[in-house]
């Protein structure tokens, strides 16, 4: 019987009670991947409502309700896409190679949405041609690594360090918004001085950087094999696996949609509600799409707020597990909403309200983010049998996927010459408002019935 060919790589966590040496690696390429993508997202919603022009170079641009609906279409698509690369990853070619050939695709999807402004790209296919084109490529590369590359960070810890697993995925959670942030800021400044092609480039080179970065590390972190077909299916139909599915389906595919399909309103209702406010703040006037760095840079700030102050003042009152933390951000979501409810009602009485409003409903759905967000994406992975863990990050991404297909749908339906959904101005935002409170509340039943099991990748 011939031998199994042996990895050149080495397969499992090192033995060690301290971060493993492959961590920066794997935190530079995700800092690097989420300018890239956040970066090109800042700016879409603008793009496609006041750039977006045909062959000829006259304006092809669409209205507010079709720009949310492809806004939101691509998310969920980008969001839907870790499923399949989450079996792609744990059943066929490893964490690693999945991550390496879709970072290729990923990075084509850049060059063709800087392709769609350039003359060479209008000569070939119309910009909105080239736009839909490389959004795909991006949605198929940025969804297939997602839950890949969160898992991989986990594998690199086996039982002697798994206590640390919060503080890394902290810090993960920490690069991420650090490559959000410095993109929300830069990509709309490129945009208004030098067009799309720049705007759309510029996140284009970063993500080659990501895969360089990622490809460099590969000697320095642990390649946990793929399962196999049959390994896979033995552990997703064993008792712990069919148990794992159980308890989280209901929290990933119905609770944690309602979250985002409110949170990543930040990317289309927020900015152009934005438009109709004065943008003059700290003495600064701010492009409409760069209001959305709040996200990133608060975020920077409340994660280590969280974790030094407000849970240990929480503890002192009550146990707090991870499902409290996310029931309370599911709380904290629906007032952020109501915040910019009243804000358009200012706005539809003919005010021109501060943009210093949105930025405090802004604090209040990032401290959300830090209970909802970071919480359950470490609690998606503890939560996993070993085999499982990129299959279920894929269910979780899917519940992103499944909120934002919701908010797509919504705005789909109000478009038209004979609309089938009307909310017009603030009854916009009071009706995901309305619909995230009565999540929450339903949330605290699903919470007191939860029963798990942890599961981190063993040294042996």
């Not at 997202?41 to 603008?46: D, N, P, Q, R, S």
């Not at 597990?321 to 009602?345: E, S, V």
Request: proline share 5%; aromatic share 14%; hydrophobic share 50%.
């Amino acid at each position: 019987m011939a031998e199994a060919p042996t990895s050149p790589y080495r397969t499992t966590p090192e033995v060690t009670e301290r971060m493993p040496r492959g961590i920066p690696y794997l935190l530079g390429n995700e800092l690097a991947e989420r300018f890239s993508f956040y970066g090109m997202k800042a700016i879409l919603t603008i793009y496609m409502t006041q750039h977006l022009v045909d062959s000829s170079g006259a304006a092809d641009y669409m209205s507010d309700e079709k720009a949310k609906s492809v806004y939101h279409l691509f998310t969920a698509a980008a969001y839907f896409f870790p499923l399949l690369g989450s079996l792609l990853s744990d059943v066929f070619l490893g964490k690693y190679k999945t991550i390496l050939i879709l970072s290729m695709g990923y990075c084509l999807g850049h060059g063709f949405l800087a392709l769609g402004d350039s003359g060479a790209g209008a000569g070939v296919m119309e910009p909105r041609t080239w736009l839909y084109v490389g959004l795909a490529f991006i949605a198929i590369g940025a969804g297939g690594i997602k839950p890949c590359a969160s898992a991989n960070l986990g594998d690199q810890f086996g039982s002697r360090n798994s206590h640390l697993l919060s503080k890394v995925f902290s810090w993960w959670y920490f690069s991420i918004n650090v490559g959000a942030a410095l993109s929300s800021l830069i990509t709309p400044v490129l945009l208004r001085d030098y067009g799309p092609w720049a705007a759309f480039g510029l996140p284009g080179v970063l993500m080659v950087l990501a895969t360089l970065t990622f490809w460099a590390g590969r000697r320095k972190f642990a390649h946990v094999p793929p399962a196999g077909w049959q390994k896979f299916k033995e552990e997703t139909f064993s008792v712990d696996g069919m148990r794992s599915l159980k308890n989280l389906t209901p929290l990933f595919l119905i609770f944690i949609p309602l979250f985002w399909a409110l949170f990543d309103q930040t990317g289309s209702a927020w900015v152009l509600q934005a438009q109709s406010m004065d943008l003059d703040f700290a003495g600064v006037v701010w492009e409409e799409s760069q209001i959305q760095a709040a996200n990133p840079i608060l975020i920077l700030a409340l994660i280590p707020a969280f974790t030094y102050l407000v849970y240990p003042l929480l503890g002192r009152l009550f146990l707090v597990t991870p499902l409290r933390k996310m029931g309370l951000g599911m709380f904290m979501t629906a007032l952020a909403f109501a915040i910019t409810g009243w804000l358009q009602m200012r706005i539809d009485g003919g005010e021109t309200p501060t943009i210093a409003w949105q930025l405090l409903a802004y604090v209040v759905l990032t401290a959300a983010e830090v209970m909802v967000s970071i919480t359950s994406l470490e609690f998606a992975y503890t939560q996993a049998p070993k085999k499982m863990k990129s299959f279920i990050m894929g269910i979780y991404f899917l519940g992103v996927s499944f909120g934002n297909l919701f908010t797509s749908g919504v705005n789909a339906l109000m478009t038209g010459e004979d609309p089938l959904l009307t909310l017009v101005g603030a009854n916009y935002y009071w009706f995901f408002t309305g619909l995230m409170v009565v999540g929450s509340i339903a949330f605290v039943f699903y919470a007191r019935t939860y029963k798990g099991s942890m599961y981190v990748q063993d040294d042996a």
